[in-house]
């Protein structure tokens, strides 16, 4: 297929390789003949992720990036010689988990070979004595939990990606899990790591509860984005499967006084693994057969565990939800979202209508948490084109909120999708930044948020920067991707 035909979205400054032929027949080397792939097919389909406007680009006849190779390592020793061919050619290598992620992160934007962490799939270890599992980190996140639940355990980690991410995935952009209020976002429960550094080195970070043993340099690659290594194997916390679960739900008059009430139940040290407000507008949209949700706030408990525990925690739980103004639903509403909660076919309904479509979340500490959700949703009404803004807040801590924006809208005629989409980011980020917010809770940072990073971080960055050329002197690994780093071509 002649790939000329269709618009490339990332098209600048590809990598040029000039003998092709060379570079496949040495990939045929290392991971042998079944294990690389040039042919359309699979170019095709490794040439975008889940990024959302990509379903629009994809309706349109749009690629958002294509690769040259794909290829499926086996074994850690075939991604180092891969990682040190790609150096020598000066080659862009692309990590690929499940392609799930929402922001770009695993686009070819460059070309390059796309490292596809699939045959990584093994559980290799259950520790009960330590509450372990060590795994590859390629395996996908559905058969992860699905082994260990099947011996008794759980990670706790359910992101509603859960079927269609991988370990490796979670790690690289620090994800979060629908019942993360309780048993934390990935880095709480990743305790060990092994990576393949830029240059191919193998390094391990020992599994230990807790240590003294100089910075924690293992937290650099976790959240790194494949742009710093390719996480290969992981250690995680798992638990003995919950041996109760209680199923609680109130609405609240405003996101104010549900957020109040949710303040005063982790203040108490009190957990529900799932917490989730939904603004008015979602409420209105998902309980539209609850009588009592009208114009209402509803949020939906989850408490499970020991089930001593999890008595006290249902009770501690309707005290302060009740003092806060909140009005017991019952359980309909938690079983509606259980049932409902890996459904996504909203997002995909968008595009064939040319609504441009996207989530944005972002974190808060408490005390701006109602400020920002306010300051979006008001910007967001004033800028033209924008049919919908919402909102509902699903992770939780004593000390602040991840919030999760929806918005949608159909760009004015002098527009492209691509114009509208980014002055939606833009709006929704500058307000979250002005109220004193941060930019992403558990997506990542990918290609979207690369040029809002130095806001982000102030003069820290010039830190990372560094250990990027430190550790990735020829930019070969994920370039374009936490860093605004334009490819050259492997020069710096
Ligand atoms: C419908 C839907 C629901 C979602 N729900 C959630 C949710 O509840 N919580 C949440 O946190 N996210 C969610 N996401 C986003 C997405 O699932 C996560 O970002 C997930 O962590 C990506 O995993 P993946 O395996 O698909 O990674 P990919 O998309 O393949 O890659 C993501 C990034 O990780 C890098 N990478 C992949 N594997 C490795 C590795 N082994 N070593 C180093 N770098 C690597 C890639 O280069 C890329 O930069 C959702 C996405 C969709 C489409």
């Not at 400020?371 to 949703?377: A, C, G, K, P, R």
């Not at 602040?400 to 989409?421: A, H, M, N, R």
């Amino acid at each position: 297929m002649d790939f000329k035909e269709f618009e490339l979205i990332y098209k600048d400054n590809r990598c040029e390789i000039k003998d092709k032929q060379k570079i496949e027949s040495k990939l045929k080397e290392i991971v042998g003949e079944n294990n690389i792939s040039t042919n359309d097919v699979d170019i095709l389909a490794y040439s975008k992720d889940s990024t959302l406007i990509g379903m629009n680009w994809t309706i349109q006849g749009k690629i958002a990036g294509l690769p040259d190779f794909i290829t499926w390592p086996e074994t850690v020793e075939q991604i180092s010689e891969i990682l040190k061919l790609a150096n020598k050619e000066k080659i862009p290598i692309i990590p690929f988990g499940e392609g799930s992620g929402v922001v770009g992160g695993a686009i070819a934007i460059y070309g390059g070979i796309i490292i596809d962490m699939k045959k990584f799939n093994k559980i290799l270890k259950i520790n009960d004595k330590n509450l372990t599992v060590t795994a590859q980190t390629g395996i996908n996140g559905m058969n992860l939990e699905r082994i260990l639940n099947s011996k008794g355990y759980t990670t706790g980690h359910i992101p509603q990606s859960l079927y269609i991410s991988s370990l490796g995935g979670w790690i690289a952009h620090r994800a979060a899990g629908q019942f993360s209020t309780k048993y934390g976002k990935i880095e709480d429960i990743v305790l060990g790591m092994e990576v393949v550094l830029p240059q191919g080195e193998i390094i391990n970070f020992k599994t230990i509860a807790r240590a003294s043993t100089g910075p924690q340099l293992d937290k650099l690659f976790i959240g790194g984005e494949g742009t710093l290594g390719i996480v290969t194997k992981a250690t995680l916390k798992i638990w003995p499967y919950p041996a109760k679960r209680t199923l609680i739900s109130y609405v609240f008059p405003s996101i104010e006084d549900s957020f109040e009430a949710i303040r005063q139940i982790l203040r108490e040290q009190i957990y529900p693994a799932v917490v989730r407000i939904y603004d008015q507008f979602e409420t209105m949209r998902h309980f539209p057969d609850i009588d009592k949700a009208k114009d209402k706030v509803m949020v939906v408990f989850i408490c499970e565990g020991n089930s001593k525990l999890v008595d006290l925690e249902e009770s501690i739980t309707r005290e302060k939800s009740e003092k806060n103004s909140g009005v017991d639903c019952g359980e309909h509403p938690v079983e509606h979202w259980l049932e409902s909660r890996f459904r996504i076919t909203e997002t995909s309904s968008m595009p064939p209508y040319k609504i441009v479509f996207d989530t944005i979340e972002v974190a808060s500490l408490w005390e701006n948490a109602s400020d920002i959700y306010h300051s979006v949703l008001k910007s967001m009404k004033q800028l033209q084109g924008v049919i919908m803004i919402t909102a509902h807040v699903s992770h939780f801590y004593p000390n602040g909120v991840g919030i999760y924006f929806s918005f949608g809208g159909v760009p004015t005629k002098e527009q492209s999708d691509l114009e509208f989409y980014q002055k939606c980011w833009n709006t929704v980020v500058k307000a979250v930044l002005d109220a004193g917010g941060s930019i992403a809770h558990h997506h990542g940072i990918g290609i979207n948020r690369a040029h809002w990073m130095e806001s982000e971080w102030g003069t820290s960055m010039n830190t990372l920067k560094e250990i990027k050329k430190l550790l990735d002197p020829n930019d070969i690994l994920n370039p374009g991707k936490v860093y605004v780093d334009t490819w050259k071509g492997g020069e710096k």
